[in-house]
T-cell receptor, first 112, second 115 residues
Framework: SQQGEEDPQALSIQEGENATMNCSYKTSINNLQWYRQNSGRGLVHLILIRSNEREKHSGRLRVTLDTSKKSSSLLITASRAADTASYFCAPAFSGGYNKLIFGAGTRLAVHP | EAQVTQNPRYLITVTGKKLTVTCSQNMNHEYMSWYRQDPGLGLRQIYYSMNVEVTDKGDVPEGYKVSRKEKRNFPLILESPSPNQTSLYFC??????????????FGPGTRLTVL
């Protein structure tokens, strides 16, 4: 399968802690995006990292990309209850310009 | 406000009764697509469109039709719905092709139940 696979499937932490989610994929990519989905709602774009980048930051989010290991990670620092959501990675595979392929996501629960 | 709208948001219907889910975007995006989301399966692409009158199948197109007569609209048609099409459906749009890094803007979702 070409989709990204998120790990863990579920993560439960306390407010203030950091949350790390991982994404693995199997073939070469052009870029990788991370999206967030609040329960039953549409996905919202968080951050894009291109294949020639190793790390990007956006506010409390830090994304890394290791193309040699075919993996990416999303770190949310100082998490808040409002970060409770599902998080999806979407690798864009080389040559597959017409779609993003989403995995099953990581369900993050942040407890007050 | 830039947005993707879908209607209806919730729909309960019976097997075989044709239905249409509308999708509209106000961002002048070229690319639009439909996904379904099922527990444990993530989002799977049903159809996509790269421009007016240009549509193509995604990963799970069986049982669905689409049309792109206008740039802003991309309706999803179920000619003869079956219970296995019970799912949460999302429309999405982007300026360019999905795989080039352009942000996908998602609609709020349509929860469809086929009895």
């Amino acid at each position: 399968s070409q989709q990204g696979e998120e790990d863990p499937q579920a993560l439960s932490i306390q407010e203030g802690e950091n949350a790390t989610m991982n994404c693995s994929y199997k073939t070469s990519i052009n870029n990788l995006q991370w999206y967030r989905q609040n329960s039953g709602r549409g996905l919202v774009h968080l951050i894009l990292i291109r294949s020639n980048e190793r790390e990007k930051h956006s506010g409390r989010l830090r994304v890394t990309l290791d193309t040699s290991k075919k993996s990416s990670s999303l770190l949310i620092t100082a998490s808040r209850a409002a970060d409770t959501a599902s998080y999806f990675c979407a690798p864009a595979f080389s040559g597959g310009y017409n779609k993003l392929i989403f995995g099953a996501g990581t369900r993050l629960a942040v407890h007050p | 406000e830039a947005q993707v709208t879908q209607n209806p948001r919730y729909l309960i219907t019976v097997t075989g009764k044709k239905l249409t889910v509308t999708c509209s975007q106000n961002m002048n995006h070229e690319y639009m697509s439909w996904y379904r989301q099922d527990p444990g399966l993530g989002l799977r692409q049903i159809y996509y469109s790269m421009n007016v009158e240009v549509t193509d199948k995604g990963d799970v197109p069986e049982g669905y039709k689409v049309s792109r007569k206008e740039k802003r609209n991309f309706p999803l048609i179920l000619e003869s719905p079956s219970p296995n099409q019970t799912s949460l459906y999302f429309c999405a749009s982007s300026k360019g092709l999905a795989g080039t890094g352009d942000t996908q803007y998602f609609g709020p979702g349509t929860r469809l139940t086929v009895l």
